[in-house]
């Protein structure tokens, strides 16, 4: 049989492009090497999926081009998704920073989006692992299972490579290579950074300890909770960081921002307080990470008896930790693929390749990384969208 559009990948970007597609007339068929549609899905915002965020901006995107996701971002926009969540009868919450979460679980948006599916005639097949794809005149043949199938239309919605465990693969980017588009380099993003030497020994001391930190890379600050593990850090403001970060490259970290160790250690003594940093500290930040600080920082005395000099040293050690990491935890832990498909060789109208017709490239598989926050998310709704709408 032969089919206007074969979707390769049933994740956020796929499901999207083929229900869009199949409201429009279009035979769509969705296939996925996985057991089950969505798996990111169902294990995205700790179960509750963070599914979109009320402030988009084409600056919460990294990529070799910045402008290429601007016309899908305005043509289909997180109010267009919050208003179908909404016709779905789906009940969500803001958590914070515009994050927008469902109430009860991520498998709401899930089966949103297969009803969808369902409702526009689209065909999905799991368990089916596309190993050949080639052009014909016509369109497209795809060997999967050992059958062939025929479409007009090709859509690769892959994704990226972290979480392997749950079905990603380089497939997508294989394609691409093999149809002639190069690919940006790919590294795990939005993951924990890895220590060694005496910060790692800091971070695992205080596994556990969570505080609100700025983090600093060369390129962006992020101000959110940064959480000590037993590997380095991790938590929001540090994989917020890690979208911007570059092997080797230090960072630095403010772990008491917004305040003034300085301006503090001056009031305490104006006051006349004689309770030791230790005490003081305690009331502003986690009682063990500020014995662990003190230990590194070898000081702990009343606040009265330190020397401007000894004040200008913590300050500094406070507001502006120098590190560099050792790495990251990798595709095992990371939540996206920084980098994919270029660009440039895509329009960003409709997402064909310009040099193969009826080949598309959605979500994120291609070279554009959002921040943490549903921004990644909002990015598979759009891009699946607009290709759902001319395939
Ligand atoms: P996605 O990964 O969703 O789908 C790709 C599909 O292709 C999968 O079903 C896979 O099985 C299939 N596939 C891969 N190779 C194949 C092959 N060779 N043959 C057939 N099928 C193949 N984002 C966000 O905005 N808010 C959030 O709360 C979270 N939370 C989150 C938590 C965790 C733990 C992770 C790992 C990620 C997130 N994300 C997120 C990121 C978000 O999940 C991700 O950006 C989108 O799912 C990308 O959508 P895609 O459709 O492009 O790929």
């Not at 994704?159 to 394609?175: K, N």
């Not at 960072?251 to 030791?276: C, F, R, V």
Request: net charge neutral.
């Amino acid at each position: 049989m032969t089919w206007d559009v074969i979707v390769i990948g049933a994740g956020a970007a796929g499901l999207m492009c083929a229900a869009t597609a199949g409201a429009r007339g279009r035979r769509v068929l969705v296939v996925d090497h996985a057991n089950k549609a969505g798996k990111k899905i169902l294990m995205s915002g700790g179960g509750r999926c963070n599914f979109t965020n009320m402030e988009i901006a084409a600056s919460n995107y990294r990529s070799q081009n910045p402008h290429f996701c601007k016309s899908a971002l305005s043509r289909y926009t997180q109010w267009d998704f919050i208003g179908l969540v909404g016709q779905h009868g789906i009940p969500y919450h803001e958590k914070e920073l515009g994050q927008l979460f469902c109430d009860n679980k991520a498998s709401d948006i899930l089966s949103m989006l297969l009803a969808q599916c369902d409702t526009s005639g689209v065909e999905l097949r799991l368990n089916t692992t596309v190993c050949e794809v080639s052009k014909t005149d016509a369109g497209f043949t795809l060997l999967a299972n050992d059958h062939k199938l025929f479409c007009e239309s090709l859509v690769v919605a892959t994704g990226g490579l972290s979480i392997p465990t749950m079905g990603a693969t380089g497939f997508g980017y294989e394609l691409a290579q093999q149809f002639g588009l190069t690919l940006t380099s790919r590294v795990p993003s939005l993951v924990p950074f890895t220590l060694s030497g005496k910060w790692l020994e800091f971070a695992k001391g205080l596994a556990g300890v969570s505080l609100t930190a700025s983090v600093t890379t060369a390129k962006i600050a992020f101000t959110n909770q940064l959480l000590f593990t037993h590997r380095g850090l991790s938590g929001p403001a540090v994989l917020q960081a890690s979208n911007y970060w570059e092997l080797g490259e230090p960072i630095s970290i403010d772990l008491l921002p917004g305040a003034s160790l300085k301006n503090q250690m001056a009031e305490w003594h104006a006051a006349g307080n004689k309770q030791t940093l230790k005490n003081c500290l305690s009331q502003m930040l986690p009682k063990r990470f500020v014995e662990s600080w003190l230990d590194i920082a070898g000081s702990n005395k009343p606040v009265n008896q330190y020397t401007p000099k000894e004040i200008d040293a913590l300050h500094q050690q406070l507001h502006c930790w120098q590190l560099t990491p050792s790495g990251t935890e990798g595709y095992r832990t990371a939540e996206v693929t920084r980098g994919g498909i270029d660009t440039d060789q895509i329009s960003s109208k409709t997402f064909e390749a310009k040099n193969v017709k009826g080949l598309y490239f959605i979500g994120e598989v291609l070279d554009v990384t959002g921040w943490l926050g549903g921004y990644n998310f909002q990015w598979a709704w759009a891009s699946g969208w607009c290709a759902g709408g001319v395939v």
